[in-house]
């Protein structure tokens, strides 16, 4: 199985920051990622695909990019309704396998 | 606008079988491009993909759930479900439905809770 890790677990940030979450994989999965939003109790939402396209409604100041096992999503002026968790998933090869999460809190 | 909405128990016993259905509105499970899938998520933890299965009954599944799970679709009420036999304490989570596209989701379902416990 292809193990995806996430940096931080965690971190905080204020309104209007910029952030980078960081996802690495453990072999090469070219640019087969896609990113994920979750607030708590509701189900996740797709972000972006292919490590970089964007789901379609999702804001522009959502990019993703990387390719090979690293890969970055990055929020520009973050917003209230982004401190959520964010989780990254590799679709190269079955089983498909999600990061354990990075959760965006307030600072 | 897709929607994809889990059903089923929300308490199984130990050693019982785990059945979920998700019946999809807005379009069709038929479609060529889509498959449909089942993902869980434990208590506090990240996702974990269960499997997958397209219109035509091709199914894909975790190998460390593949002896317990069996996936099925039903093109006449466009509804796939899944059934989780054996089940254990470590197998309460929220389980999603969902429709990925190569492999990836891009609608999920609301998600049910299902605790496992005598």
């Known amino acids: 199985d292809i193990q995806m890790t996430q940096s931080p677990s965690s971190l905080s940030a204020s309104v209007g920051d910029r952030i980078t979450i960081t996802c690495r994989a453990s072999q090469d999965i070219s640019r087969w990622l896609a990113w994920y939003q979750q607030k708590p109790e509701k189900a996740p939402k797709s972000l972006i695909y292919?490590?970089?396209s964007l789901q379609s409604g999702v804001p522009s100041r959502f990019s993703g990019s990387g390719s090979g096992t690293d890969f970055t999503l990055t929020i520009n002026y973050l917003q209230p309704e982004d401190f959520a968790t964010y989780y990254c998933q590799q679709y190269n090869s079955y089983p498909l396998t999600f990061g354990g999460g990075t959760k965006v809190e307030i600072k | 606008q897709l929607q994809l909405q889990e059903s089923g128990p929300g308490l199984v016993k130990p050693s019982e079988t785990l059945s979920l259905t998700c019946s999809v509105s807005?379009?069709?499970?038929?479609?060529?491009?889509?498959?449909w899938g089942w993902i869980r998520q434990p208590p506090g933890k990240g996702p974990e993909w269960i499997g997958s299965?397209?219109?035509?009954?091709?199914?894909y599944y975790n190998p460390s759930l593949k002896s317990r799970v069996t996936l099925s679709v039903d093109t006449s009420k466009n509804q796939f479900s899944l059934k989780l036999h054996s089940v254990t304490a470590a197998d309460t989570a929220v389980y999603y439905c969902?429709?990925?596209?190569?492999?990836?989701?891009?609608?999920w379902g609301q998600g049910i809770l299902v605790i496992v416990s005598s």
């Open positions: 807005g379009g069709s499970i038929s479609s060529d491009s889509d498959y």
């Open positions: 299965i397209y219109y035509t009954g091709n199914t």
């Open positions: 292919a490590a970089s």
């Open positions: 969902a429709r990925l596209d190569t492999d990836y989701v891009t609608y």
